[in-house]
Structure formats: structure tokens, C-alpha cells
């Protein structure tokens, strides 16, 4: 079965956050599929908390609603989480860091060529890596057929 990670930028509106281009329903409608799984980095928690604190802080959102689309995400038993600390993940991680320069990014992107088929992400910078052979050759030996997809995609 195909698995698919999930960037942050899709988890947004669950925390009220809303993001051009990209609705509740057509992610709701992308994670129905029964055909794949779908998952997420624990360090997209973090990212979550990290954005809505911004949020929050300049009155634009209430810290409940933040913490409540938060611990959602958290109980959903359909979404899987994975980890992004182990030692593997960690060391093409720092690799991918000579690439781009957000290290969040570097462990999403990590975790999901180490484990799973699919990024899902609006993030250009990524989308960038396509057609970069540092890239290319660092996810070879570790996932060949890795691809970064936009949600628009599939």
C-alpha cells in the first residue's frame, strides 16, 4: 500500500488557519481514499503548535481553538504518525540540510523518503529538489521512487 506524508501546510485549517488555494474538503476528500495511507511527521506538531503560537500571540486566532485542532490531530487514528528522530532519518536530514535551508523541512522531507512513497507539498523550495542532482543522487540508494507531489496532483 502506497503511503503518502502529509506537510504541514495541509494541517493548517485545522488549527483555523486558513492557506490560499488549499480546503478543509479537498484534503478531507484526498485522506478518504482508502487506497493509501496517510501520515504525518510528529515533528509537524511542533511546526502546528510553533505557527498557531504566532497566531495567537498577534490576536488573530484563540489559543483553545489552536489546542483543540491540535489534540484532533493528535487522536486521529487514520492519520499515522512517524517518527522523525531515529538515527536514519536524522542523518539524510542533515544531508538534505546542505540542500535547504529550513532544518523543519529537512525532516519532513527525511522521514518521508525514509518511510514512506509520497510528500504531499505546496512548498516550492521542495518541489525545487525535483530537479536537483544532489538530491537525487542522496534519495537513490535510499528510495528510488520517492516522489514530491502538490495535493493538486493526485
Known amino acids: 500500500m502506497k503511503r503518502f506524508v502529509l ?5 493548517l485549517p485545522v488549527i483555523g488557519i486558513s492557506v490560499k488555494k ?35 500571540a498577534k ?16 487522536k486521529d487514528d487514520s492519520l499515522m504518525k512517524l517518527q ?3 538515527d536514519r532519518n536524522l542523518a539524510t536530514a542533515f544531508k538534505l540540510r546542505e540542500t535547504l535551508n529550513d532544518f523543519i523541512d529537512c525532516l ?5 523518503v525514509n518511510q514512506a512513497d509520497v510528500l504531499l507539498t505546496e ?3 521542495i518541489h525545487n529538489l525535483k530537479r536537483n542532482e544532489t538530491f ?7 528510495n528510488p521512487k520517492f516522489q514530491i507531489q502538490r495535493l493538486s496532483e493526485n
Do not use: H
Open 7 to 11: 506537510d504541514t501546510t495541509y494541517l
Open 22 to 56: 488549499i480546503s478543509g474538503q479537498d484534503v478531507a476528500r484526498f485522506r478518504s481514499n482508502v487506497s493509501f495511507e496517510t501520515a504525518i511527521c510528529d515533528i509537524t506538531i511542533f511546526e502546528l503548535s510553533a505557527k498557531g503560537a504566532k497566531y495567537v
Open 59 to 74: 490576536g488573530k486566532l484563540e489559543g483553545r481553538g489552536v489546542s483543540t485542532g491540535i489534540d484532533a490531530i493528535i
Open 84 to 86: 522523525s528522530y531515529d
Open 108 to 112: 519532513i522531507l527525511s522521514t518521508a
Open 123 to 125: 512548498d516550492g523550495f
Open 136 to 142: 537525487k543522487e542522496l534519495i537513490r540508494p535510499i
